[in-house]
T-cell receptor, first 118, second 111 residues
Framework: EAGVAQSPRYKIIEKRQSVAFWCNPISGHATLYWYQQILGQGPKLLIQFQNNGVVDDSQLPKDRFSAERLKGVDSTLKIQPAKLEDSAVYLC????????????????FGEGSRLTVL | RKEVEQDPGPFNVPEGATVAFNCTYSNSASQSFFWYRQDCRKEPKLLMSVYSSGNEDGRFTAQLNRASQYISLLIRDSKLSDSATYLCVVNPLGAGGKLIFGQGTELSVKP
């Protein structure tokens, strides 16, 4: 079974530029998450989708970050304009259903997209 | 106060040692609890769930103390392959499938 796919794996940009990350979850997984992991810290939830609807985006810096999951399958996360403090690994994760996560705690993560902002 | 707080690391232990990690959470109504493992420059992966009665999976034992809002992970007979960062994870009440991660505790097992 194919895992969560993310691209690009690495991206280096200058501050004030824009960047977009793409995620394709495991087939059939209704719930999709974007996490930001800064070096030395745990993953921080940016946004959670259930199918193509947003469940939680309370920690998404909406002045510069946006995310969409138009057809309820793959998703993109965009940063515009980027700041130095956005340097991090952006992890996409998916699960069959949110209810399952509450019970099993199992999220399937992609390998992440590592962003460096200079 | 952070929602999930963990022991600062790194923990450096010899092979065969027993090591314990602690974690506290701020929301007393949190529903479920987990430990994840993250290898260097890799994605996090679920290690085990944490049940109120305590649970064991081989050399790993997880404990939950709801009264103290405290979670622990004990690793017995440490192996070199146990070297990783261990993340304490909480599902807050009413949060559906939202998981809150602690900052992680780094473990380095030496020969």
């Amino acid at each position: 079974e194919a895992g969560v796919a993310q691209s690009p794996r690495y991206k280096i940009i200058e501050k004030r530029q824009s960047v977009a990350f793409w995620c394709n979850p495991i087939s059939g997984h209704a719930t999709l998450y974007w996490y930001q992991q800064i070096l030395g810290q745990g993953p921080k939830l940016l946004i959670q989708f259930q199918n193509n609807g947003v469940v939680d985006d309370s920690q998404l810096p909406k002045d510069r970050f946006s995310a969409e999951r138009l057809k309820g399958v793959d998703s993109t996360l965009k940063i515009q304009p980027a700041k130095l403090e956005d340097s991090a690994v952006y992890l996409c994760a998916s699960s069959l259903a949110a209810s399952g996560v509450r019970l099993t705690g199992e999220l399937f993560f992609g390998e992440g997209s590592r962003l460096t902002v200079l | 106060r952070k929602e999930v707080e963990q022991d600062p690391g790194p923990f450096n232990v010899p092979e065969g040692a027993t090591v314990a990690f602690n974690c506290t959470y701020s929301n007393s109504a949190s529903q479920s609890f987990f430990w994840y493992r993250q290898d260097c420059r890799k994605e996090p992966k679920l290690l085990m769930s944490v049940y109120s009665s305590g649970n064991e999976d081989g050399r790993f034992t997880a404990q939950l103390n709801r009264a103290s809002q405290y979670i622990s992970l004990l690793i017995r007979d440490s192996k070199l392959s146990d070297s990783a960062t261990y993340l304490c994870v909480v599902n807050p009440l009413g949060a559906g499938g939202k998981l809150i991660f602690g900052q992680g505790t780094e473990l380095s097992v030496k020969p």
